[in-house]
């Protein structure tokens, strides 16, 4: 397995609060991404990271923020958790982006009370 | 903008069945093409990957997929499924010139009965 580390792996917050996931890698890859996944819609791309501070949005943007200060690690903040943010998020690393496959990490399962 | 659609939402079959699961994509262009597979309460793994080249694609645990480039399609297969293989498939694209993410599809969920 590609050296992936996200934390924490379980959460449950209260809505309104914010949440920081983090995504570490040992793999030194250029591009690193933070999807969701929900029933009935597979993995959605929420932002993606091209390298250090280059970042970019996906498609389910909206209420999340993301950073890159270091190669190997790529954070992921809700500003104001809400229910609907309730999901299974996945980090993942490419070597070259599309031109390579992508390794997935184990997953944050995030619940939103 | 791009999208990938699965045709079947949840596949059952018995043991030593074959399978044949579909993938089509909405971009004419240039394309990378990937199947990933799910096991309950795991993270995804690649199955088998395409690029160019011969369109008939070998992955791992005996799985193939065949790019058929006029119907922007990319049907994964596997001639015997064991109860093993029961978990959820994912395909994903990339398309070129459309930056460098995956766009994945909805996912099939496979169960195969012993």
């Known amino acids: 397995d590609a050296g992936i580390t996200q934390s924490p792996r379980h959460k449950v917050t209260e809505t309104g609060t914010p949440v920081t996931l983090r995504c570490h890698q040992t793999e030194n890859h250029r591009y690193m991404y933070w999807y969701r996944q929900d029933p009935g819609h597979g993995l959605r791309l929420i932002h993606y990271s091209y390298g250090v501070k280059d970042t970019d949005k996906g498609e389910v943007s909206d209420g999340y923020s993301v950073s890159r200060s270091k190669t190997e690690d790529f954070l992921l903040t809700l500003e104001s958790a809400t229910s609907s943010q309730t999901s299974v998020y996945f980090c993942?690393?490419?070597?070259?982006?599309?031109?390579?496959?992508?390794?997935f990490g184990q997953g944050t399962r995030l619940t939103v009370v | 903008a791009q999208s990938v659609s699965q045709h079947n939402h949840h596949v059952i079959l018995s043991e030593a069945a074959s399978l044949e699961l579909g993938c089509n994509y909405s971009?004419?262009?240039?394309?990378?093409l990937f199947w990933y597979v799910q096991y309950p309460g795991q993270h995804l793994q690649l199955l088998l990957k395409y690029f160019s080249g011969d369109p008939l694609v070998k992955g791992i645990k005996g799985f193939e997929a065949e790019f058929i480039k006029s119907k922007f399609s990319f049907n994964l297969r596997k001639p015997s499924v064991q109860w093993s293989d029961t978990a959820e498939y994912f395909c994903a694209v990339n398309a070129h010139g459309y930056g460098q993410n995956f766009v994945f599809g909805p996912g099939t969920r496979l169960s195969v009965l012993p």
């Open positions: 993942a690393i490419s070597e070259e982006g599309g031109y390579t496959e992508a390794f």
């Open positions: 971009y004419g262009g240039t394309v990378n």
